[in-house]
């Protein structure tokens, strides 16, 4: 079956501006992550969903950041006023349950200019 | 709170070679998973592992969790130029989220 997408691939955007990153999680996933990885860096946690809830939201960096799933289904993840430090790829996974392996997105690579 | 970290950061091996990395926790985890990222990719599951000393083996790949359960590590035999990419493990205690480890780059010298 189709796996987890994301969107857009490739995204530039100038200081300031707001994005909105999409994730499309396997259906029937009801967790869903997102995670943000800067060059030849780790994976770092920003918020975890399971169903429409969001019960550790522990790891956004400022109140710039925010996210939102609907349906159980599609979230998105939105960046307002952004910064040059915002530039990284930000990855989306999602699992049959909290305990289970992950499966991620090819990531959208975000680019503050 | 809790800790993942991957020891080394970093190995270049000559292909055939053995590859080993290292996961230590600083707290006692339920389970561990191991997470594969080919350059320029996302990264892929691998395998989970749940019992004090337990060891599975996939392939040339031999996983072990240590008997405390604060341990865990990856082990590639005769590592092929396939086996490149940034291995990462990634320990949840309780019912806590899953915590990724820093990750181990690893280079195959043809």
């Known amino acids: 079956g189709a796996g987890v997408s994301q969107s857009p691939s490739n995204k530039v955007t100038e200081k300031g501006k707001d994005v909105e990153l999409r994730c499309d999680p396997i259906s029937g996933h009801t967790a869903l992550y997102w995670y943000r990885q800067s060059l030849g860096q780790g994976l770092e946690f920003l918020i975890y969903?399971?169903?429409?809830?969001?019960?550790?939201k522990s790891g956004l960096p400022s109140d710039r950041f925010s996210a939102e799933r609907t349906g159980g289904s599609v979230s998105t993840l939105t960046i307002q006023r952004t910064q040059q430090e915002d530039s990284a790829v930000y990855l989306c996974?999602?699992?049959?349950?909290?305990?289970?392996?992950?499966?991620f997105g090819p990531g959208t690579r975000l680019t503050v200019t | 709170g809790q800790q993942v970290m991957q020891i080394p950061q970093y190995q270049h091996v000559q292909e055939g070679e053995d590859f080993t990395t290292y996961c230590n926790s600083s707290t006692t985890l339920s389970n561990i998973q191991w997470y594969k990222q080919r350059p320029g990719g996302h990264p892929v599951f691998l395998i989970q592992?749940?019992?004090?000393?337990e060891v599975k083996k996939q392939k040339r790949l031999t996983f072990q969790f240590g008997e405390a359960k604060k341990n865990s590590s990856l082990h590639i035999t005769a590592t092929q130029t396939t086996d490149v990419g940034t291995y990462f493990c990634?320990?949840?205690?309780?019912?806590?989220?899953?915590?990724f480890g820093t990750g181990t780059r690893l280079t195959i010298i043809p």
């Open positions: 592992l749940v019992k004090s000393g």
């Open positions: 996974a999602s699992s049959l349950g909290h305990e289970r392996e992950q499966y």
């Open positions: 990634a320990g949840r205690l309780g019912n806590e989220k899953l915590t």
């Open positions: 969903f399971q169903g429409n809830s969001a019960p550790d």
